[in-house]
């Protein structure tokens, strides 16, 4: 083997001195004493004892292969002992999972045969080695903390779907995630496991028992006289339920927790063990002994500071030892056991790697004097078991394991080709290395030493009724104040701790993104910017292997130190180019976008499939960025390809793992003709390149490759002679300023890819822990309440109280260190900036984007979906621990993601409904909280406008609850008896969570109300356009909404036993919650902009007006009347019609009613009091029935005859009998009347005022027109409502009816009532004189 980075070239093999001249030139500079007391020094022989130096035998290296082959046998078993079979075990070794024969269900097996992972309901596997006499251990590392079952079987047990290890007579099982044992019973046994815990499964088949332990600690004797006997046999074995995986280890590397007298299940490598540990003493005598040439002797030396001269006695020395030493360093074990701990002896004295320079001297020794395919398993093995290690470690106070681990990580990536080896071949493809950048949270907190840590615990303890934490410092106890900074004093400790490693591992990072090292090849920053990428590409597909999904709370954690480590390389090139721009304000070319140099595998386009968008924007792409679009490439998607793909999409669309030309190795179960087709359709769908050579002449069309990720050079990264790289096709939007590192802002596009696939998802689970504290801490002060009420004669009660309270406490006490450990790892300040960088690198790439215009389209769906996620982590998630308030610009990020929400919810560039969807519903959330709304009043005028004008767009033909939602917001806290955050009805049940839009306090906007009454009262077209579609819109919501109550109460009817569907009663609610968000549209309407109803003038007024008043009146009837439907299903108070009351749909009409018939002048209301009296509908019961007048004795019949009627329950619930009515004592079945009165906190005197002033005037007016009214003939009444008098005939047909009628016709259709003639023209019609 010749030597590898220069120096003495070395060949293994062929290393001796056969003649007198190469003895005489090798040992030149030392003599053959000095020679031999050297060797004799570095080989010390043991056989005799230590021998006297004058009578030592003369040692050269001639002999030197021979003496040590004799050093190595020494103390090794006989060849009869070792193949001598271990008693009391059966099976071959070494030992595996037996993946042909003992399973039951589907699984994944990794190729060691070691770790599985389930992949349906309940899976089984045994091993392939059975003991039947002895004391036995293996070993389980648990990768994932569900379901499973973990212990020994019999040969005749029979496993399935639904029983496993534990549920057959002769297996046995412990389950950490119940905390159970099984062996066809159960019981309660051991403590709760976590993912990264190791359980050690020990059986005594002396004296039949079964013991386990969890990290070394023993969980106490779970079984006793275990089944024993001839023919009796046991397996390790596990049940496992679907996507749960564990690791076994069965010997084949060291037991982490071995337990005296019992045996790993395989034979540890002893006779290789003792030659490795006695062949690295002497490479230790080696590093410590020096040759002193000129005073002829040896000299001791600290091995600290050794280092590889090229001297050729040390070098042939070595060049012996490693003939021996490579070979075993290629198995597991061996690395384990030995080099492993060698290496981190090393690191043990503490100070930074770099102190360290031993271990870069080691692997250049390493890549010096072993064969290629040596050094890279023996890496490869290093790092395995280094991830091993750090994960499986157990959590302790100052985190020791996990930064000693991480260490000697760092150490060896700190050398050069060590590092460019791993990343090129086993850190993404071999290991998950992403488990470095992860910090594990500890389940039980006694254990890692959190007690210690944080001594005392502190939660909020004040609440208001709707349980919000409303504590202030001010009104804190002293003794309350005191536990709270002891709290946080704890907090910040544990903090300082968890920042150590955390350096660690941008420590890690930075050097897999040093763009420097290129003296061996390629740097290493490419090499990682394409196994990163490759890493996105496996986890944005949905149907990759389950192996190669990253779990979300590994990501969390990766995500954050890459974001650190590139903000810090970006800041590093800043420097040294001031002219590019810093960190702070970093964000993504758009022409990453569409040039082709970036593979998004199959993601979607804010404009649809990417081939669509190269046919549709051909031109602009090469108008706008010079970049021309091969037309034979176009044409080689052929309509069928795009009609399959269009057909499969919703299935395949999301799974990045077959995009571009199958980049992605993809198992052989999951591979189709069908996804065959689509690779190929995406990969030949490439994009020709073209760069200008002059800016103004006619551009010269350039091909470029299409690569897959594993092909991309530095020069397609960065580009070169004139070559942009991946800033390819700058549009003349788009600055001329540099950013940065273009392979930086690949990396920035891949994280903010990566927030969107699971970090978002993950963040929101964790907080979880956050609101079980609260609910434990609401809980603990409502029983120390009782506890303060309870009589003293009661004593059985206060036990009970008392016992609950110690619960609740210890709980608290628990969860609030564990929140503690959250909010440092997930939660802290520095998390927050971190995804405050993300949500502001999205908000600037979008407005890029946005001024490139048409290009816009090309944009990954993805920057908005993270924008608008990582602004609504930052609201719900990190607070109250941090304020996103004290974030650097804050108000001003805002208002650009205000900006950005009014200007696309609408946009016509974006296409896809899911994304369109996702932008409503975030701008209908920002309106409900007073800072949001505030950044969207301080946008532009321009973009305000537009967006109100959008939202007036006409409800027909595209979803529009959610833009109804939005203009009920911004009236909220301005309608009649519109200022309630819950329902009068509901403040009294379970309080809802405080933070969701739904329940925050009305904060109404007079800007952009002021904006929407300009529009409709200038665009006369649109005001009617909107209004006829909102009038529309109610009337089919409420009439839904009285047929699903109308089958409710018919199944309530029936003498039998019924249930309603849970979905059916909510789409009943949401039909009613409808219903009532439109009429108060209407009511902002007419109050902002009265005329459009009253002033007759404009077109469609009148109509407008009559529509308006038959609907409203059809409410009040429907609602009001006595003994009617609406009153029946109320009072049944139904699971999910909790929202369906009187009060929300009757405060909403009478809003309405009294801005028309009190507010307005006096010819709009005269108008208005016309219609509503001329309607046919109008009772003026219902109108009174608002103030609770007309309500006759009669009334309380319903109630009566309801409670001999059965109940109607929700889906999968009994028939109950009909809940009291809150109106009175549970006694009487009498129903109070409702009525305004009743409801002092929500209706103010003035509005109740102006109610009876309505119905004073209602009553007179409804007196006056019954007096004046003369009667019609039925001949003169309209032939299609029969309500009205003829008033209109049509052109040219001459057909008649009433000018409602026809009017409203007309709004939707052009075509006669009677003869389907297209109509021209309507005048009036006046009938002749007899």
Request: charged share 25%; hydrophobic share 40%.
């Amino acid at each position: 083997m010749s030597s590898k980075g220069g120096g003495t070239a070395l060949t293994r093999r062929n290393y001796r001195l056969s003649s007198d001249s190469d003895k005489a030139r090798a040992t030149g500079i030392v003599n053959e004493k000095l020679l031999s007391d050297y060797l004799h020094h570095v080989f010390p022989s043991t056989k005799h004892g230590p021998a006297v130096a004058s009578l030592r035998k003369p040692l050269g290296f001639q002999d030197l292969g021979s003496h040590l082959e004799n050093l190595l046998s020494e103390g090794e078993p006989s060849e009869e002992i070792k193949d001598q079979p271990a008693e009391g075990r059966l099976g071959p070794q070494p030992v595996v999972l037996d993946h042909t024969s003992g399973f039951e269900g589907l699984l994944f097996v990794d190729d060691d045969l070691l770790g599985v992972i389930g992949h349906s309901n309940f899976s089984s596997i045994r091993a392939t080695t059975c003991v039947y006499k002895g004391k036995w251990a293996y070993e389980v590392l648990i990768s994932s903390q569900g379901l499973m079952q973990i212990g020994w079987c019999t040969l005749n047990c029979r496993f399935n779907q639904e029983e496993g290890v534990g549920d057959t007579p002769d297996s046995y099982a412990y389950d950490g995630n119940r905390v159970r044992k099984w062996n066809v019973t159960t019981t309660n046994y051991g403590k709760s496991w976590a993912a990264g815990d190791i359980v050690s499964c020990l059986i005594d088949l002396d004296e039949g028992t079964i013991t386990f332990c969890l990290n070394g600690q023993s969980l106490g004797t779970a079984f006793t006289n275990i089944k024993m006997g001839p023919g009796i046999a046991y397996f390790p074995s596990i049940s496992l339920s679907f996507k749960e995986s564990v690791a076994f280890n069965f010997g084949s590397r060291p037991l982490r927790y071995p337990v005296d007298g019992y045996l790993p299940l395989q034979n540890p490598p002893t006779s290789d063990l003792l030659k490795a540990h006695k062949l690295l003493g002497y490479i230790k005598n080696v590093l410590c002994t020096a040759i002193d040439t000129q005073e002829d002797r040896l000299l001791e030396t600290d091995c600290a500071m050794w280092s590889l001269h090229g001297e050729p006695t040390v070098l042939v020395t070595l060049a012996h030892i490693f003939n021996y030493f490579a070979p075993l360093m290629c198995k597991v074990y061996l690395v384990e056991d030995v080099l492993m701990n060698f290496l981190l002896g090393i690191l043990e004295g503490g100070g930074s790697v770099d102190e360290h320079p031993l271990i870069q001297q080691l692997l250049d020794l390493f890549w010096l004097l072993m064969e290629d395919y040596e050094v890279n398993e023996c890496l490869k093995q290093l790092m395995m078991s280094l991830l091993r290690a750090y994960r499986f470690s157990p959590i302790i106070p100052d985190l020791g394991f996990q930064i000693h681990y991480l260490r000697l990580t760092t150490a060896v990536l700190h050398h050069e080709k060590s590092r460019k080896y791993l990343l090129n071949n086993v850190l993404f493809d071999v290991l998950r290395s992403v488990v470095f950048f992860y910090i594990k949270t500890p389940l039980r907190v006694k254990e890692a030493g959190l007690e210690e840590l944080i001594p005392t615990t502190w939660w909020p303890t004040h609440f208001d009724k709707e349980g919000k934490d409303e504590r202030e410092c001010k009104d804190e106890s002293a003794d309350e104040r005191l536990r709270r900074r002891a709290y946080e004093r704890g907090c910040q400790r544990l903090k300082k701790r968890i920042e150590v490693v955390e350096e660690l591992q941008v420590q890690i990072l930075r050097l897999l993104l040093n763009n420097k090292d290129k003296t061996t090849g390629e740097a290493s920053r490419y090499i990682f910017l394409n196994k990163f990428r490759k890493f996105l590409q496996e986890n944005a597909s949905n149907r990759g292997h389950p192996t190669a999904l990253c779990p979300p709370e590994y990501m969390v954690c990766f995500l954050h130190r890459l974001i650190t480590a590139v903000r810090s390389c970006w800041d590093d090139g800043n420097r040294k180019n001031q002219s590019s721009i810093r960190s702070e304000e970093a964000y993504v070319p758009p022409q990453l976008f569409y040039n082709g140099k970036v593979d998004y595998f199959d993601l979607q386009r804010l404009g649809g499939l990417l081939s669509h968008l190269k046919k549709t924007f051909k031109d602009d792409l090469a108008s706008k960025a010079n970049i021309i679009i091969d037309p034979a490439e176009i044409q080689a998607t052929s309509m069928d390809d795009l009609d399959e793909d269009e057909e499969s999409g919703a299935a395949q669309r999301p799974f990045g793992a077959a995009a571009m030309g199958g980049a992605l190795a993809r198992p052989s179960w999951l591979s189709s003709p069908t996804l065959g087709r689509a690779n190929r359709f995406l990969s030949t769908a490439a994009v020709s390149l073209m760069t200008p050579r002059r800016p103004l002449t006619q551009p010269e069309k350039v091909k470029v490759r299409t690569l897959t990720v594993e092909q991309r050079t530095e020069e397609d990264i960065e580009g070169s002679h004139g070559n942009d790289g991946l800033l390819l096709g700058r549009p003349v939007e788009e600055p001329e300023q540099p950013v940065a590192d273009k392979s930086l802002l690949e990396i920035v596009d891949g994280i903010v890819m990566m927030y969107n696939l699971s970090v978002h998802q993950q963040l929101g689970k964790m907080v979880v822990v956050s609101d079980d504290v609260h609910e434990y801490a609401v809980a603990l002060k409502d029983t120390e309440e009782k506890i303060a009420r309870c009589p003293a004669r009661r004593s059985d009660i206060l036990d009970e109280l008392q016992k609950s309270q110690k619960v609740f406490s210890e709980k608290l006490n628990h969860l609030s260190r564990r929140l503690a450990w959250i909010n440092a790892t997930i939660y802290s300040k520095e998390k927050m900036l971190d995804v405050y960088w993300l949500l502001c690198v999205c908000i600037r790439t979008i407005e890029h984007a946005d001024n490139t215009g048409s290009l816009f389209a090309f944009t990954p769906e993805f920057y908005l979906n993270v924008a608008m996620n990582a602004y609504s982590a930052l609201k719900n998630y990190f607070s109250p621990a941090n304020n996103m308030e004290e974030l650097p610009g804050y108000e001003e990020t805002l208002t650009q993601l205000a900006a950005i929400l009014a200007k696309h919810f609408a946009d016509p560039r974006i296409v896809g409904t899911d994304i369109k969807d996702s932008l409503m519903q975030a701008l209908a959330s920002y309106v409900c909280y007073p800072q949001s709304l505030r950044a969207v009043e301080r946008i532009p005028e321009e973009q305000r406008v537009a967006m109100m004008r959008n939202l007036l767009a006409p409800y027909e033909q595209r979803p529009w609850a959610q833009t109804n939602w939005i203009l009920v917001r911004l009236w909220r806290g301005c309608g009649f008896g519109y200022r309630y955050t819950r329902l009068p009805h509901l403040l009294k049940t379970k309080p809802e969570d405080a933070n969701l839009p739904s329940l925050q306090k009305p904060c109404p906007s007079l800007l952009l109300q002021r904006h929407m009454a300009e529009l409709l009262s200038v665009d006369k077209d649109m005001a009617a356009s909107f209004l006829n579609s909102v009038l529309n819109q109610l009337n089919w919501a409420f009439s839904e909404f009285i047929g699903m109550i109308q089958e409710i109460q018919q199944a309530a009817e029936r003498p039998e036993r019924n249930f309603v569907d849970t979905r059916q009663l909510k789409v009943c609610a949401t039909c009613f919650d409808l219903s009532v968000s439109l009429l108060r549209v209407l009511e902002m309407t007419v109050t902002l902009v009265p005329e459009i109803f009253l002033d007759w003038s404009r077109p469609s007024a009148e109509l407008l007006l009559r529509r308006l008043a038959q609907l409203l009146n059809q409410v009040l009837n429907r609602v009001t009347a006595e003994k009617n439907l609406f009153d029946r299903v109320v009072n049944l108070r139904l699971p999910g019609l909790e929202s369906v009351d009187h009060y929300p749909i009757l405060v909403a009409v009478t809003g309405i009613l009294v801005r028309i018939l009190v507010d307005g002048d006096r010819q709009g209301i005269s108008r208005a009091a016309s219609v509503l009296l001329s309607d046919p509908c109008f009772q003026l019961h219902s109108i009174q029935h608002l103030l609770g007048e007309g309500a006759e004795p009669s009334s309380t019949l319903p109630a009566a005859a309801s409670s001999a009627r059965p109940i109607v329950g929700s889906l999968g619930s009994s028939v109950a009998p009909p809940i009291p009515s809150a109106a009175g004592n549970t006694g009487s079945t009498e129903r109070k009347h409702f009525s305004l009165h009743s409801y002092t906190d929500y209706i103010s005197e003035e509005e109740k005022h102006k109610v009876e002033l309505m119905l004073v005037f209602l009553t007179e007016e409804s007196k006056q027109a019954a007096a004046s009214t003369a009667p019609t003939s039925e001949e003169d009444l309209c032939p299609i409502c029969y309500a009205h008098s003829i008033s209109a005939v049509f052109k040219p047909c001459s057909h008649k009816s009433c000018k409602a009628c026809i009017n409203q016709h007309l709004m939707n259709n052009k075509d006669c009532f009677f003869c389907k003639a297209t109509i021209t023209g309507v005048d009036d019609y006046n009938k002749p004189a007899c």
